[in-house]
């Protein structure tokens, strides 16, 4: 998912699942866990979950809760993070512990692609991704089995958020240069026309920002050959603009630190408990620096 | 006519004090100045707080950290480095039929860019789909592990800087008179004793140079971590010089990462100067 220089879309998450290797009678789901996860049917892993902090922040979004105060930091400058108070990063990280210590999560390393390759080679039967590799995914497998798409796992089954959107965007500096200016935005206006964007869409699965894309020929084509990519787009339009996300100046750290975290969690150096907490002060006082030394 | 002729000369100097000046001087001078304050996100220095970034760091676990991983992985690197330059040289000392081959295919190394060999090794040691796993049927995810991260990054490394110390030992080696060997023989001499007693000491000066270099080259090494590990797992990679790139280019703390480049400075001079010192007593000319 190439983000330099690239066109606006909105890309989602959605997981890949992987119907060929299920075997009816070895497969067993989890009573206690009440969300959707094929079990081991024979795949070598049942799920390929990189550590991202994109996965954190979207569970906390279909958790329905906030990640930082100021409403959500759309408000005002965030302060203090308080998913430690309302709970939701301890739901995520108490469950992540237990797939990983049931086996079926292993740690396939840090970054939102670190899934990929097990999936694609056949290894996991179920992987996160964003809706932007979904092509790849597509070319990597090559019909050597089927690929279906679904929405974003939730931590329980009464979770009542939606997912967030993110990933590529356009954006236009100011170089008080008119001349500039005028000709940034005959380019940017071409990037969101209806058909530069069911092309960006077919060829990448990134999701297209104008409407109007969907009434392309190549957007009904695409759909048409791999309905795959029609999920994200359901997907977004089940959620709702209040569960969008969270606005901090400090988001790449903050990121950082929730990865480093749940890696020492998963590597047994800490409990679930003390991962939360340890985010959340290395988080504030980034948080504090910032807000002091820019107004 | 002397006041001219010294003019001269240093006319001669300007054009490199000035790439000196604007590429080396000006950056440590204001790496110095911004070590004394705290940043904005714009690198530009707003709250003095005089040695404070310094205090900090000293009690800071993860600059200890760092410390401590940058020195392992220093002597891992030099050590097989040099050891596997050193091999190479001896070996491709003597012509033989096919010399040419196998002393370009030792020297590669120096023309790989860290970065794409690091990409190469990241797809040979990724647990599923890695040929490192397959032919040794193992099932270790090499840098998502604290115990094999360090290694796997040193070992690339090494690789990647014994190309320049074969070609340093090779030019040492055939600085060696011949004749001193062929005298031994006839003294006597096995071929362990020869290459203790008469190959190492000939090299002793050119021994001393690699080292120095390998040793400042190795702190100086990013490539291969921000590609292959990125400072983990656990921030058992978090080499110092990758440590204060992300302080500086991902947190936005100028004032902190400057402290650090100021450390690992010092570190460097301080291991420069004992070195030559111990170079007087080791090395015979």
Redesign the interface.
């Known amino acids: 998912m190439s983000q330099i220089g690239s066109i606006t879309a909105e890309k989602e998450k959605q997981m890949a699942l992987e119907r060929q290797k299920f075997q009816e009678a070895k497969a067993k789901m989890l009573a206690q866990q009440k969300y959707n996860l094929v079990n081991k049917g024979g795949a070598g892993e049942a799920l390929s979950m990189g550590i991202y902090g994109w996965f954190f922040e979207e569970f906390m979004c279909k958790q329905g809760l906030e990640y930082v105060d100021n409403g959500n930091g759309r408000e005002a400058a965030a302060e203090k993070v308080v998913f430690d108070e309302n709970g939701g990063a301890l739901n995520i990280l108490n469950e992540w512990k237990k797939l990983y210590d049931a086996g079926y999560a292993p740690n396939v390393g840090r970054g939102g692609d670190s899934g990929l390759a097990d999936f694609s080679s056949g290894k996991a039967a179920i992987t996160l991704g964003s809706t932007a590799s979904l092509k790849q995914i597509l070319q990597d497998v090559n019909g050597s089995f089927e690929v279906g798409t679904a929405y974003f796992p939730s931590i329980t089954d009464d979770d009542k958020g939606g997912v967030s959107i993110g990933g590529a965007s356009l954006w236009m500096l100011d170089n008080q240069d008119d001349a500039k200016k005028a000709a940034t935005w005959e380019f940017v206006k071409y990037l969101v026309s209806a058909e530069s964007q069911a092309y960006w869409n077919a060829q990448t699965g990134y999701f297209p920002v104008t409407t109007a894309a969907h009434d392309e020929q190549v957007f009904k084509d695409n759909i048409a050959e791999y309905p795959q990519f029609q999920t994200a787009i359901d997907q977004l339009h089940d959620s709702a603009p209040e569960y969008a996300g969270a606005l901090l100046s400090v988001f790449p750290e903050a990121r950082s630190i929730v990865e480093t975290e749940i890696e020492n969690m998963l590597n047994g150096k800490q409990s679930a408990e003390d991962a939360v907490s340890k985010m959340a002060s290395d988080m504030n006082k980034s948080i504090e620096d910032y807000n002091l030394l820019n107004e | 006519m002397k006041k001219l002729k010294n003019t001269g000369a240093y006319a001669y100097l300007l054009p490199s004090f000035l790439i000196f000046g604007i590429f080396l001087f000006y950056p440590f001078f204001k790496t110095l100045y911004l070590s004394l304050f705290?940043?904005?996100?714009m690198g530009q220095a707003?709250?003095f707080v005089g040695l404070g970034n310094y205090k900090e760091l000293l009690q800071s676990s993860s600059f200890w950290n760092s410390l401590a991983v940058t020195l392992i992985f220093v002597v891992i690197v030099v050590a097989v480095s040099m050891i596997l330059g050193l091999t190479t040289a001896v070996l491709c000392n003597k012509t033989f039929p096919g010399i040419r081959f196998f002393s370009t295919a030792y020297a590669l190394p120096m023309a790989i860019a860290s970065s794409s060999a690091a990409m190469i090794f990241k797809i040979m040691l990724?647990?599923?789909?890695g040929i490192i796993n397959k032919i040794f049927h193992l099932d270790i995810?090499w840098?998502?592990d604290?115990k094999y991260a360090l290694i796997c990054v040193a070992v690339l490394t090494a690789w990647l800087n014994s190309g320049i110390n074969f070609l340093y030992f090779s030019a040492g080696l055939s600085n060696i008179d011949e004749t001193i060997y062929e005298r031994a023989s006839v003294d006597g001499a096995s071929s362990f004793q020869k290459f203790y007693r008469l190959t190492l000491p000939g090299l002793a000066p050119m021994m001393f140079y690699t080292l120095v270099v390998n040793i400042i080259q190795a702190f100086q090494s990013f490539g291969q971590v921000k590609i292959l590990t990125?400072g983990?797992?656990?921030?058992s990679t978090n080499l110092i010089v990758y440590s204060i790139y992300?302080d500086a280019f991902?947190?936005?703390?100028f004032g902190s990462a400057a402290a650090q480049s100021v450390v690992l400075f010092l570190i460097v001079l301080v291991l420069t100067l004992v070195m030559f010192k111990i170079e007087k007593k080791g090395v015979k000319y």
Do not use: A, I, W
Request: charged share 25%.
């Open positions: 705290k940043t904005n996100k707003k709250l990724h647990p599923s789909v995810n840098v998502s604290p990125q983990g797992p656990g921030e992300r991902f947190n936005y703390r």
